[in-house]
């Protein structure tokens, strides 16, 4: 039976995990970075790579132990190759290569966005193809039909802040802190999702291409036109969580229309949510109420999948090692690599 070893280095979680046919991921850590970066309001890439490097042994020895095995007894490691930031890339990159060669076992280099999107088949290996696959997280908004496996065909994209980074930057206009998708979902949760209506930007023209960087301005000027007008709506908790909900539930219907258009408009029976903010409980309702209406199949990853982890790049590296691939140890971490 095989047992691949996952890297995930791509951001701010330095993840390792073991999948071992038959028996699926048996070990997977996650190391956090977040109370570094929320000083900042966000990821610093310098400050990321550098504790890539601290954590990234320790994870994987951490990682086998936890699967009771020694590095002899992996048959092949996968690692994440992009999109994500080229430093922290390099990291995960450099050990996975190291341990391929050292131990004399295939190598294969993951797209990102491939891993969290098989993360909803290993979840829920009854996923059948094909299906739509909308990729929502702090660095990417992606829309796919995965026609069959290893196929993906982009569908649209957003064409500025990807839908987490849109949360991350109203929550430090709001004053709530880092990491803010779900600092604002927590917040939102009491208040009123129509106390504003903003902007929803939708693309014309039968596009599934995404937009969030209006919705963000906008709510920068709806609190400068209240501090304009000797109104501070920050110092009121209620008025706070009214603007967070009604911030979200823009957002959050962005994402869900604009995934179940392209659903109904290629065919697909079936919508896998996946990444960081498929966490997002307001759009997993949304997601259900939609899809349920139209008859349309609703697969969601358990939050742990969801988030950046080494687990679903373990199970991506397995299925890519069953069809018989490998990757050159000349290949390079890209940071806008594509996936169609």
């Known amino acids: 039976m095989k047992k691949i070893l996952g890297i995930e280095t791509s951001c701010d979680e ?5 999948y071992e046919e038959g028996k699926g991921i048996i070990s997977s850590l996650i190391s956090s970075q977040v109370d570094i970066h929320a000083h900042f309001g966000g990821v610093v890439p310098e400050l990321a790579s550098r504790r890539h490097l601290e954590m990234i042994y320790p994870i994987v020895e951490q990682a086998l132990s936890g699967a009771s095995l020694d590095l002899s007894a992996i048959e092949g490691v996968a690692v994440t190759v992009g999109p994500g930031l080229i430093g922290s890339l390099l990291v ?7 341990v391929a060669y050292v131990e004399r076992i295939p190598f294969l280099g993951i797209n990102h966005l491939e891993g969290h999107i098989l993360a909803a088949l290993l979840d829920d290996p009854s996923l059948s193809y094909p299906f739509t696959a909308l990729v ?15 196929r993906y065909r982009l569908l649209g994209r957003t064409r500025d802040d990807a839908a987490g980074e849109a949360f991350d930057k109203v ?6 802190g880092y990491p803010g998708g779900p600092i604002i979902e927590k917040v939102a949760q009491s208040g009123n999702p129509g106390y504003v209506r903003f902007p929803r930007g939708m693309m014309g023209n039968g596009s599934f291409d995404f937009s969030f960087s209006g919705l963000k301005t906008a709510v920068h000027y709806y609190l400068e036109e209240r501090r304009a007008r000797g109104e501070y709506p920050l110092k009121d908790e209620q008025r706070r969580a009214d603007i967070a909900a009604s911030f979200q539930q823009a957002a959050i219907e962005m994402c869900a229309k604009t995934a179940l258009r392209a659903a109904k408009a290629t065919g697909s029976p079936r919508i896998a949510l996946v990444g960081g903010v498929a966490c997002n409980g307001a759009l997993r309702a949304l997601m259900r109420q939609l899809t349920e209406k139209e008859g349309i199949a609703l697969h969601c990853p358990q939050p742990g999948l969801c988030t950046d982890n080494a687990a679903m790049i373990a199970f991506a590296g397995w299925r890519r090692l069953a069809r018989g691939e490998r990757s050159p140890f000349s290949l390079n971490a890209a940071a806008r690599l594509p996936l169609a």
């Open 136 to 150: 929502v997280s702090g660095g990417h908004t992606h829309l796919f039909q995965v026609q069959e496996e290893g």
């Open 14 to 18: 330095t993840a390792a995990a073991v």
């Open 171 to 176: 929550a430090k206009l709001l004053g709530l």
């Open 92 to 98: 995960g990159l450099s050990v996975a290569k190291a």
